[in-house]
């Protein structure tokens, strides 16, 4: 038999020994109650505003507790622990217990998503716990505004007099650079918010209250700065009622002023900052504070400021150069610059101002200059100190005091080249050339454009001559004139005005080509010209403004010179007699045509007509051809007597096409009514009344037409000047 199996059945007897010894002592009584079980339903909202669904769950407490029978005083008791309790919840395992400040939200449909606990507004407590204390006074600035975190709040909104708000994530929040006032009296209040954007706020908290200090809000150095330049600027915010400031600098574990300095008026104006080189060692950490005194003498100075901590530095970096750009490993590619571009180099809140220099090829210095920004322009020093097409170097460092006096001098930045502008332009030449290498007009002046150029200036043997911005010069009629000579030449300015300009190009020598003839005629020489066409034409001449034309028919002038503006000509055709015809083009410079080239011709055309009478149409004027079955030319613009020939045309049209038609319909008609009668006698007397007053109608015509032409044939009617206009053609 096991051990433990025999060890078993010995402790419990033993235990219902003892126990029932001490309850056969009678001294605890009856033994407390050691477990016990609560149960009860729970319901929960589900969903937002507990509008939806409700979650039911049946949840149970179950506790126990450990009673031990003791003696105290000779008296026997029952001590007993505190109750061990945990909660257990049957249909809904998966549900959440919310915090006080969190509400349950979610899908109204439990069986599918878990709603969960989430943050709302209103349960969100009042912050609580200011600092600033509510009513304090003589609070120094700046000031770190604090509050006890509220639980849940992901972050809080703040306001404070109405001066200034804003939200932060934290539960404080430092208000700085001069946006409280000294010796004002200033209310705050705080809200905690759900979310970060601050949206969902809970409720403000007591509005609390604090009065600054009249001592003034420091603002440089930094508090804890590590690398404070030397000089020093200190600076603080204006507080209005100071008649003058005291500083006080220390060294940091001494109680003794270092550096003490009265701070007033200059010019009737108190300035809020300092700056010197007061000895302070790089390295060594210093302290400082500035007082608001009450006269101009620096004198009763009661208010002291908060105590700042910085140490000194001048481990500056030396300046890096920007613009123009230098690569020194590159020395030879040097970059070309005018009197618009500007010394750049990068700028830094550690220095105050800046000195530069310029050496030349020969490194003099010829400019020791400073500027209050990191850049100069070039037009500041260029006219006295500069000169055209000619390499310098520059450099630049940083200063500590605002004109430039107290500069870092062991530290000058990299040293750059840059080149002026002005040498003379290359490669000039002229295009366009013919085979003969004359300059055809419209010409163009063209040379290599210059590094760094700004502008130009050109001159010559023609106008106009002068500045202009870019490398090339268009020269067309009257600046240039065929079979001429001309000269020219250039030079780099660095303005744009041409004032600074460098050495002339080489001199230039050309001769302008004789205007070109016209060629490649249309129609073709000796081709035809339908009376459809009305155009001649011919190639464009290269620098040709205007042509100048004249037309012969069958060895007789038709058409006299004529100057027009485009490579075509229109012809007035209707007024043009059928056959053959000669024509002449030469090319012009000038409106006038006194500037010519050689005349081109004479070409040969024939003017031919098309169409012809077989051609149909109302209007019978103005038209490609001439119907020689009527008595004018319809070729011609429309007149007065045209109007009898389009009479008769209307007449035809109504007879011997729109009248066969209405017949074709009218048949047509008269055959449906009849064939969907059933042969009712009404309506066939319809049908027929149609066909007799068609009948009579057509007599009518036919009839007065008949009587007409025969009363002015017996009485000899002969109307020559108007034709047999009245007869009707079958």
Known sequence: MPKVFIFKILLVPTVLFLATSVLAAGECGPRPDESGVTSWHEYRCQGTGCSGDVLHRECQETCTRDCECVEVDENWSWDCTDWDCSTTCGEEDTAQNCQSWQICQGNTSWENIQPSCQCSASCLEQPSGSFPENGVENVKLPITFMWNAVNGAQSYHYEISGITDGAVDTSYVLIDNCQLQSNENYEWQVQACCDSSCINSGPWSDTWSFNTSLAPELLLPENNATSTSIPTMFDWCDT????????????????????????????????????????????????????????????????????????????????????????????????????????????????????????????????????????????????????????????????????????DEENWSEEWRFKTTGAPPTNPREEPIN???????????????????????????FE??????????SLSHPDLVPETDYWWRVKTCADKNGEFCGQWSETKNFTTAKISTPINPLPEDGGTLETIQRYLRWDEVSGANFYQYKIDYQGEEKIPLTIISANYITLPVRELDLGDYAWWVQACLDKECRETGEWAGPWQFTLVEVGGATEKGIVPCDRSYDDPRTPWNERESCQIKHVFIMAKNIIDFVLWRLGLIVLALLTLATGVVYYFSTGAPQTMVKVKTIWKSAGVGYAIIFVGWIIINTLLIILGYQWETFGDWWQITF
């Open 240 to 407: 209005e009622e100071a008649e003058s400031y005291y500083l006080n600098v220390y060294k940091e574990g001494e109680t003794e002023v270092y550096f003490p300095y009265p701070i007033l008026k200059e010019g009737g104006v108190l300035p809020s900052e300092f700056i010197e080189d007061i000895g302070f060692l790089s390295g060594i950490t210093y302290l400082w504070e500035v007082a608001t005194c009450k006269n101009e003498g620096g004198i009763e100075c009661d208010d002291w400021s908060q105590k700042w901590k910085f140490m000194a530095s001048t481990d500056f970096p030396a300046p890096t150069l920007i613009f123009p750009v230098y690569n020194p490993a590159n020395p030879e590619n040097i970059p070309a610059v005018n009197l618009l571009d500007r010394l750049r180099w990068e700028f830094t809140e550690r220095a105050f101002s800046y000195r530069y220099r310029i050496l030349d090829k020969n490194r003099e210095e010829i400019i020791n200059s400073s500027s209050s920004v990191s850049n100069v322009s070039f037009d500041v020093f260029w006219q006295d100190n500069l000169e055209l097409n000619e390499t310098y170097s520059w450099q630049v460092e940083f200063c500590w005091d605002d004109k430039g006096e107290n500069c």
């Open 464 to 473: 106009p001559s002068g500045v202009i911005n870019k490398a090339e010069v």
């Open 435 to 461: 085979n003969e290498e004359k300059v055809l007009i419209p010409a163009k002046l063209i040379w290599d454009e210059a590094p760094g150029a700004a502008s130009y200036y050109f001159d010559g043997s």
